[in-house]
């Protein structure tokens, strides 16, 4: 229902359409009403004066490039970045200067926890460790797995990004079917299970299009004496929320 949400738009750009008639480019962002009452709230409890609320996909966005046209050197392709969280992803498309799509995936780094508990019978409460051990590049075996545990886990993982590569070309199919839509210049992976070892390329040789991990850091002058977490990607939202383009 229109009443349990906030809707705010702004216009990018004025054209003429084939039919002579003049048309508006218009980015339109919706939320859950009770969802923004929240942060509200809790701004007004601390004393603190709300100048907006961001959305995730735009902060990502500004955390793994600057502003230009296009990716890289061609101005005519799509920017996508993915975020791989716990229980759900992000996944935001843009022109190099304003996120044209985004939607939330189903799949976060949880469904790797679910598969490799299945393949060595454990909870997946208690193969945390042994996931951020294991990488699809090699065949190194973590402590507290057998090599044949290890085989089993690898392919459990391997069968679940299987699942979450067919989430991202469906998303890429529904872009692309979009108006005025660019092709896809690469995939910028980050979020916590960005890290695993492997996990760009497995999703590059399934979806045919470039994916590279990407760095939250670099937009960023880090101090030497900041130490680097172990998983930088977990960051990258919060990083995007600091940086104003």
Known sequence: PIDEAVLDYHVLGEGVG???????????????????????????????????????????????????EGVGTDA??????????????????????????????????????VAIARAIDAAPSEVEGAKRALALTDEMVP????????????????????????????????????????????IVLTGGTAHLPGISGELERLIGVHVRVGDPLARMKVSKKVGQPEQIGSLAVAIGLGIDD
């Open 76 to 113: 005519t392709a799509a920017l996508v970045v993915v975020a791989i969280g716990h229980e759900r992803s992000t996944f935001a498309v843009s022109d190099g200067r304003v996120c044209e799509f985004t939607r939330v995936l189903e799949w976060g780094g949880s469904a790797l926890n």
């Open 143 to 186: 402590d507290g797995l057998t090599s044949d545990q290890a085989k089993n886990a690898r392919e459990a993982m391997r069968r679940a990004i299987q699942t979450f590569a067919r989430e991202l070309v469906s998303s890429l199919q529904y872009y692309q079917n979009q108006p005025g839509s660019l092709g896809i210049g690469e």
């Open 18 to 68: 084939e039919d002579g008639q003049p048309t508006k480019r218009v980015l339109l962002v919706v939320a859950y009403r009770e969802l923004i009452d929240r942060y509200v709230d809790a701004c007004k409890k601390a004393g603190i004066t709300l100048a907006g609320i961001d959305l995730e996909a735009f902060a990502l966005l500004r955390a793994l490039q600057a502003p230009q």
